[in-house]
């Protein structure tokens, strides 16, 4: 078991998602960060579909109740086992009563902790991905419990560190592709979108990425369609809205744009204020 002694920010379980039930109007979800969460299940040995724990801006304090072995990927933020430092990307072992804590943030948005076999919470439609309404909590607090395998770490601790690519955090270009709508935009419109710097709004979630620019905008709504992680909806005021992990599974605004899945990790590593531009992809 692991214990939540002081739940950060915003703290969730998720997995790669609920696949294959959009048609019923059931979000995908999912860790924010894919790569990463991918990154500290292959480095601990799991399957890529293993749950981990996903933290944001600020990091939990965690007490563990049984021997394992942790990874800890995506944000960095000084994470300290009994108050000793231990790097993101490496293979850690943890004992019985080792308590994890955090400092502050050094970079990145949405850090990932694994465990080995995976924490091991109630799979709701073949994913234990925390979401509103479809799971018993969206989002842990101080003093809960969780679940994890009862397989034991037998490998050592190498000291070996996997870097991410800096690129993942620092990269100022997202990737895009032509959305099913692109073409109901004029080629001014266009240009502006591929010149401009946009910033993360800070009221962007799990659900959607809002960008504070707004450009002009004459375009009716569109009848209700699908839409999809990483689609670029624009709205009647000119805002940008990217959809994420947690989005509405149709919508009613113009898709102009939709992000590569690369893109959707590494926006989601973006803080509020951060800026970027699009970058159309020629494929």
């Known amino acids: 078991m692991v214990e939540v002694l002081k739940a950060g920010l915003y703290d ?13 109007g059931v979000p995908i979800s999912g860790a924010m960060d894919g790569y990463s969460a991918k990154l500290a299940n292959a480095i601990l040995g799991n399957s890529d579909d293993a749950a981990v724990l996903e933290f944001t801006l600020i990091a939990p304090k965690l007490k563990f109740h049984s021997n394992t072995a942790i990874c800890i990927t995506g944000m ?10 231990i790097e993101n990307n490496t293979f850690v072992i943890v ?9 502050d943030r050094i970079y990145g948005c949405r850090g990932y902790l694994a465990v080995i076999g995976g924490f091991q919470t109630e799979k709701v439609m073949q994913s234990r991905s925390f979401y509103t309404s479809i799971t018993e909590q969206h989002r842990l607090k101080t003093g809960d419990y969780l679940k994890v395998s ?15 690519p800096k690129e993942h955090f620092e990269s100022t270009e997202i990737e895009v ?3 099913i709508d692109y073409e109901l935009i004029d080629t001014d419109y266009k240009n502006e ?7 993360v709004s800070s009221a962007s979630n799990r659900m959607a990425y809002q960008l504070d ?8 709504p569109i009848i209700t369609a699908p839409v999809l992680p990483g689609t670029v909806q624009l709205t009647p005021s000119g805002q940008l809205l990217i959809l994420m992990r947690d989005c509405q ?3 009613g605004y113009p898709r102009i744009l939709q992000l590569s899945e690369m893109a959707i990790n590494r926006l989601s590593q973006k803080t509020p204020g951060q800026g970027f531009r699009f970058q159309l992809s020629p494929h």
């Open 12 to 24: 969730s379980i998720q997995d790669l998602g609920r696949i294959g039930y959009q048609q019923f």
């Open 76 to 85: 960095v933020s000084r994470a300290k086992i009994n108050g000793q430092p």
């Open 95 to 103: 004992k019985e009563n080792d308590l994890l804590s955090f400092g």
């Open 150 to 164: 009862h397989e034991l770490a037998t490998t050592k601790n190498t000291n070996a560190v996997l870097k991410t």
């Open 177 to 179: 592709f032509k959305g």
């Open 193 to 199: 979108l591929f010149n401009k710097s946009f910033t």
């Open 213 to 220: 620019e707004r450009l002009e905008n004459s375009l009716e």
């Open 249 to 251: 599974t149709t919508g």
